[in-house]
């Protein structure tokens, strides 16, 4: 496989460990400041699209398989953590969980017929089963149609902090893309991750060693869209809002977008692709169409010139992984 | 008119032949794409938005410089044929080593350029194109009513994926272009120039789809999203057909067509997710295509 990741020798591998930390550090430094000086709605939703980046990059640069539809657990889990919250009443963490597990299923569902064909057709298939999911979308009643579920309650966390409190909401996301970001690197580096990327570089090898790789690409495709999932879940409840868009075609390339500007296969660049893109369109949104075109030549410029990423481009620089 | 199955034969009929219609355009898409996977290992993600050019082209010669649709149909599938063929020699040459990942990426950002680029000039909405006076009108069958320009597309496109089916697999050309697709470096021993084969693949297979775009502009309206509603569609018929054969995409490219058809008559509720549910039974069944050899 030719994909790009920044894996340095063994022999770095001590350093590698010490850049990791003090990326950390950076990383949860900034979030603590950033508040008070960004708008947190923004970083709220910069946060969702990194968790969702993570999630995606798990797939994608650890496992060496393109996903072109992942806007399908993203947006589903965000239509039923909002359904959750205001039509049932739950609390936010049950509304969460909720649209969470519905994207766990619909992983678990979708997985197992992706993972019946390799390479480009699995990106294809991947592609027509979140079109499927969103023309369903497009015609149930409980999501509104064109309209969303729209004002959906934040509520109380525990029953206790109120969510409404912008700060508090900030917290909120913070601790949960956190949390999710290490389990992402603890799956990474566990023996299951090491087993992940010998199917990468080779798959028949894996094979023939006795791994019985369509279950291991089976489990980790279904906890990638969990974790979208639970991006998609906390950002229905940051914009009180389930609306198409998460769930069209447009998003899956958008979260390939930030990935690829990142650095695909490196732990931190999905967050960086993740906040440059966000803030990107923000500061784009008056040109309207333009924001496609802008898109499509950050791809092309991606893959022609670019294509380790930002943070790719930073650890092969430095020499240390990141 | 009488009735099939309770359903009035002038709608079963109408459906079917509006299948049908669909049906050439999977068919011509997916012969596009099958023929530009086969020489260059690539999914070409801009296929959609180069069947909206055919459309818009078509539209613009029309609006601008008053050149009818039969003169597009011959033109507009070089102009665009020809972009393609630019396309491949500045941006999919220099990664034809690359994974396949970053040909789909790479195609996929062009696409989206295409898209915004037209949605940027003329809005979502769509451009009406006149039937040519030529097909105005239509006769009645007795079971149905037949378009006159409907029937010409169904006829039209099933002319032109048997010619490339022809020229594919009966033609010294074709045998060329088959060989290349087997062993590249062979062939170029043989002293063939394998690189422009390569960029005339690509930018033949963009023309079809042109070519394609130029007939659907008199039914459907010409819009810039029209090409990626169909380009994820035609994918699925690509992994229900399978990407190994010429005649498998023409059969099951016209066979979907009608199944939707169809089922828009009888569940009308299923009828744009048909496809994409066939793509699974199909991948649970034969997770190699019906026409595709096992990877």
Redesign the interface.
């Known amino acids: 496989m030719a994909i790009m990741t920044a894996a340095p020798a063994q022999w770095l591998r001590r350093e590698a460990d010490t850049s990791i930390i003090v990326a950390a550090t950076i990383m949860v430094v900034f979030l603590i400041v950033a508040p008070f000086v960004l708008y947190p709605v923004f970083l709220e939703k910069a946060l969702c699209f990194a968790l969702f980046a993570c999630a995606f990059n798990l797939l994608i640069g650890y496992v060496g398989l393109v996903s072109f539809g992942h806007a399908l657990y993203f947006g589903w889990a965000g239509y039923l953590s909002a359904y959750a919250a205001k039509s049932w009443g739950l609390d936010p963490e049950f509304a969460v969980l909720t649209g969470t597990v519905t994207a766990a299923v619909l992983g678990v569902i979708a997985g197992g017929v992706a993972i019946r064909r390799q390479g480009i057709y699995f990106a294809m298939i991947t592609l027509a089963l979140a079109q499927m999911m969103y023309l369903v979308a497009l015609r149930a009643k409980f999501t509104g149609g064109e309209d969303g579920i729209q004002a959906v309650p934040r509520g109380h966390l525990f029953g206790i902090f109120d969510l409404r409190n912008e700060m508090t909401m900030y917290a909120f996301v913070v601790v949960v893309v956190l949390a999710a970001f290490f389990l992402i690197y603890r799956i990474i580096n566990s023996p299951f991750g090491e087993v992940l990327k010998a199917i990468r570089e080779n798959e028949l090898r894996a094979i023939s060693l006795g791994y019985r790789t369509d279950r291991y690409k089976l489990v980790a495709f279904a906890l990638s869209a969990t974790l979208a999932g639970l991006a998609g879940a906390v950002k229905a409840l940051v914009f009180q809002l389930a609306s198409l868009t998460d769930v069209h075609w447009t998003m899956s390339g958008e979260v390939v977008l930030m990935t690829l500007v990142g650095g695909l296969g490196t732990i931190f660049g999905p967050i960086v692709g993740a906040f440059l893109i966000v803030a990107l369109e923000n500061y784009l949104a008056p040109l309207g169409q333009w924001v496609l075109v802008i898109q499509g030549a950050i791809f092309v410029a991606c893959v022609l010139a670019f294509r380790r990423g930002i943070v790719g481009e930073l650890a092969s620089r430095l020499r240390v992984k990141l | 008119m009488f009735e099939i199955l309770g359903v009035p034969s002038q709608a079963l009929f109408g459906q079917l032949l509006l299948g049908l219609i669909n049906g050439s355009f999977y068919a011509l898409l997916s012969l596009g794409l099958a023929v530009i996977?086969g020489m260059l290992n690539?999914?070409n993600f801009t296929h959609g938005a180069q069947y909206m050019m055919g459309a818009f082209v078509a539209f613009m010669l029309l609006q601008y410089l008053g050149i009818n649709y039969w003169a597009a149909l011959v033109i507009v599938p070089i102009i665009v044929g020809a972009l393609g063929a630019v396309i491949e020699r500045l941006?999919l040459k220099?990664?034809q080593?690359?994974?396949?990942?970053?040909g789909?990426?790479?195609t996929?950002?062009?696409?989206?350029?295409?898209?915004?680029?037209f949605?940027?000039y003329y809005g979502s909405t769509g451009q009406p194109y006149a039937i040519p006076d030529e097909l105005q009108g239509g006769h009645n069958l007795g079971f149905m009513f037949l378009p006159n320009y409907r029937a010409w597309v169904i006829v039209f496109s099933l002319v032109i994926c048997f010619a490339t089916w022809f020229a594919i697999e009966r033609t010294r050309l074709g045998s060329y272009l088959r060989a290349a697709t087997e062993n590249p470096t062979l062939v170029r021993a043989f002293g063939i120039n394998v690189p422009r084969m390569v960029t005339l693949t690509y930018g033949f297979g963009v023309g079809l789809a042109a070519l394609a775009g130029v007939m659907a502009a008199p039914i459907y309206n010409v819009s810039p999203q029209m090409g990626?509603d169909i380009i994820?569609?035609v994918?699925?018929v690509?992994?229900i057909g399978g990407m190994g054969s010429i005649m498998g995409a023409i059969l099951t490219g016209f066979a979907l067509g009608i199944v939707e058809g169809l089922t828009k008559v009888f569940f009308p509720?299923a009828s744009?997710?048909v496809i994409?549910?066939i793509?699974?039974v199909v991948?649970?069944v034969r997770?190699?295509g019906l026409f595709g050899r096992s990877?």
Do not use: K, Q
Request: proline residues 4%; negative net charge; without cysteine.
């Open positions: 996977f690539i999914i941006f220099p990664i080593r690359l994974d396949h990942l970053y789909l990426i790479l996929f950002g062009l696409a989206l350029i295409i898209e915004g680029l949605r940027n990626s994820i569609v994918f699925a690509v992994v509720e744009n997710t994409f549910a793509m699974i991948l649970l997770p190699a990877a």
